[in-house]
C-alpha cells in the first residue's frame, strides 16, 4: 500500500539567499526523501511577488527566494499550489504591478490557489500592529474598530482610491467565477486517482489558463490606472469587464463540460455544484 499525502510549507523552510550551502543540501534531500516517502503536493504560502509586500507581511521570505524554492520543488517532481494575498490596505498600484508581472513573467499564476485574495487582519497580528502605527502617523482611519466575527478579521479600506475602484471592479464580476473555480480546484486536489479521475488533467489545464488569462487581465487594468486615470475610470473598465466577462464565460462552458462528463460516471457534489452555478 502506497500512501499519498499533500503538505503546506514556508517558502523560506525550502530555501533562503541565506541559507549555508550545507543546510541547503541537507534540506534538499529531506525533499527527495519525501517525495519518496509519497507527499505528492505542496503548498507554499508565498502571498506576494513584491518584496515590499512581503515585509508587511512578514512572510520571512524574499520574492527571490519564493521563485527557488518553488523550482527546487518542481525539479524534484512535486505538485505546486500557492498561496496569494493580493491586496492589502496599504498596497500601492505599483506593487500590484509587481505582484502581477512576477506572476505572469515566471510562470506561477497556473499554480496560484486564488489570486484576488485580500488580507485578513487578525487579532493581535504584526500587520494590526502596523496598521495601527499607520493611521496614527497619517491621521487616515483604514481599520474598523468592529471585530468580524465571522472572518475572524477587522474589516478595513485602502490608502489609494485606485486601488478601491480596482477592487470594486474584480468584485463585481468574480462571483460566479468562485462559484466554479473552488469546486473545479476540489475535484482535481487528487489528481487522476481522485474524483475528476480521467478528466483531471483537461480540468487542470483549464485552471490554469483561466487563473492566467485573468492575472494578464487585471495587470491591464493595473497599467491603465496608472497611466491614464480617466481611461481607467471609464473605457479601461468597460474592457476590463468585457475581457473578464468572456474569460468566465469560456470558464463556465469548458467546466460544465468536464463537470457533466464526471456526472456520467458517477454521482458527485462538486460537480453537480459546476453545472448548478452555470445555470
Known amino acids: 500500500l502506497r500512501m499519498q499525502f499533500d503538505v503546506s ?8 539567499l541565506d541559507m549555508p550551502k550545507k543546510e541547503q543540501t541537507f534540506r534538499e534531500a529531506l525533499l527527495s526523501r519525501a517525495r519518496a516517502a509519497g507527499i505528492r503536493k ?33 525539479d524534484l517532481g512535486f505538485d505546486i499550489e500557492v498561496g496569494w494575498i493580493l491586496f492589502d490596505p496599504l498596497v500601492t ?5 509587481e505582484n502581477l508581472t512576477y506572476l505572469l513573467s515566471n510562470n506561477l ?9 485580500e488580507i485578513r ?50 468584485k463585481s464580476l468574480e462571483e460566479i467565477f468562485r462559484k466554479i473555480h473552488y469546486p473545479l480546484k476540489n475535484l482535481v486536489r487528487f489528481g487522476n486517482s481522485g474524483a475528476a479521475g480521467e478528466h483531471a488533467s483537461e480540468a487542470r489545464q483549464l485552471l490554469a489558463q483561466v ?14 490606472a496608472q497611466h491614464d486615470p480617466l481611461a481607467f475610470s471609464s473605457v479601461s473598465s468597460s474592457d ?13 462552458e ?26
Open 9 to 16: 510549507a514556508t517558502p523560506h523552510s525550502i530555501f533562503t
Open 42 to 74: 505542496i503548498f507554499l504560502g508565498i502571498e506576494s511577488g513584491s518584496d515590499s509586500q512581503l515585509k508587511r507581511y512578514a512572510k520571512g521570505h524574499t520574492k527571490y527566494d519564493a521563485l527557488m524554492a518553488v523550482k527546487k520543488c518542481t
Open 93 to 97: 498600484l505599483e506593487e500590484l504591478e
Open 109 to 117: 499564476a497556473k499554480y496560484a490557489s486564488y489570486v484576488f485574495n
Open 121 to 170: 487582519i487578525q487579532t493581535d497580528s504584526r500587520y494590526l500592529r502596523l496598521i495601527k502605527s499607520h493611521q496614527l502617523k497619517t491621521g487616515l482611519t483604514l481599520l474598523s474598530d468592529k471585530f468580524d466575527d465571522d472572518t475572524l478579521s477587522y474589516p478595513h479600506s485602502y490608502a489609494d482610491d485606485r486601488v478601491v475602484r480596482l477592487i470594486s471592479q474584480i
Open 211 to 224: 487563473r492566467t488569462n485573468m492575472v494578464a487581465s487585471c495587470l491591464n487594468l493595473v497599467h491603465a
Open 240 to 252: 476590463f469587464e468585457l475581457t473578464w466577462r468572456d474569460q468566465v464565460t469560456l470558464f463556465q
Open 254 to 279: 469548458k467546466a460544465s463540460r468536464i463537470a457533466a462528463a464526471i456526472l456520467e460516471a458517477e454521482q458527485n457534489p462538486l460537480a453537480e455544484r459546476i453545472l448548478g452555478a452555470a445555470d
